[in-house]
């Protein structure tokens, strides 16, 4: 038992109802994924940061000297690579994001028993659920600011509207980790785990990563503009090449409505496994 394990438990001395949704220590779960990650996972997570450079040198840099300039979804030009990159960056943050709210969780779920011990204390469901979260916020994070400074070095970022892409990014990890978590509870094995990098493999090439989305039929834009992946790439590419427009608020609504919605699902789920 971690020494931020030993303060979870310390907090079941606290006079709280068993099935009080929320007790105000978030932190503490926070602090114990972020304990264990660093001291376990260090590995997988530098290759989580790297992955998207490499796609970005590869692709970007490499292929993009062969396809030059490259049109928008709005019809503004701009080079290949400041094309891919802003996407490669929303893609990054929800690998983070999604790695640590399904993988992590599946295996503290069924394996570590730990949510079990955590709800037996005075902490809540949802003190569970958005510590949980707020730790693939965090990886999300990482991953997306690091991006952020290679794209910089590179002079892929073509706007001051920039520096409104970290928090974009944020805003695109919460909405993936919340609703991750939630999916999450409800699987039982590895195989159906697979069914997750089934959704995100596809998703990630289609939703406008290396190309506009016009270069697909009309019924299969329809199809790709609900995904969650696709307004995250238009939301972060617009402030990277400085093409903002009101239009934008409904990528940022879109995310909002997904966070809601997550931490209803998460919550209620964590109650009904372990309190009811």
């Known amino acids: 038992m971690t020494a931020t394990d030993e303060q979870l438990a310390t907090s079941a001395s606290r006079s709280r109802p068993l099935g009080a949704l929320y007790a105000g220590n978030a932190r503490s779960v926070m602090q114990r994924g972020w304990s264990a990650t660093r001291s376990t996972n260090w590995l997988v997570i530098v290759s989580g940061f790297f992955e998207p450079i490499f796609y970005l040198l590869s692709l970007g840099i490499g292929f993009g000297a062969l396809v030059g300039d490259i049109h928008t979804s709005t019809g503004q030009q701009v ?97 993936f980790a919340s609703f991750g978590m939630g999916i999450t509870s409800y699987m039982k094995t590895f195989q159906q785990m697979d069914w997750i990098n089934f959704i995100l493999l596809p998703m990630f090439l289609l939703s406008a990563t290396f190309y506009p989305i016009t270069v697909y039929p009309d019924a299969v834009q329809v199809i790709i503009k609900a995904m969650p992946l696709w307004h995250g790439v238009e939301l972060v590419r617009g402030l990277t090449t400085g093409d903002v427009n009101v239009g934008m608020l409904w990528h940022v609504l879109y995310f909002v409505v997904m966070i809601v919605l997550g931490l209803i699902l998460t919550t209620r789920r964590l109650r009904a496994l372990f309190l009811d």
Do not use: C
């Not at 069924?110 to 730790?135: C, N, Q, R, W």
């Not at 690091?146 to 919460?174: D, E, K, R």
């Open 79 to 175: 080079p290949y690579a400041a094309f891919i990159a802003p996407a490669l960056l929303a893609t990054a943050a929800m690998n983070g994001a999604v790695y640590d709210s399904t993988w992590n969780v599946f295996f503290k779920m069924h394996f570590a028993k730990l949510y079990e011990g955590m709800l037996a204390t005075s902490l809540g469901p949802l003190d569970v659920a958005l510590g949980e979260i707020l730790l693939a916020l965090l990886r999300g994070a990482l991953y997306a600011l690091g991006f952020m400074l290679v794209m910089q070095a590179l002079g892929l970022n073509l706007s001051w509207w920039a520096l409104l892409a970290l928090p974009a990014v944020l805003l695109i990890a919460f909405g």
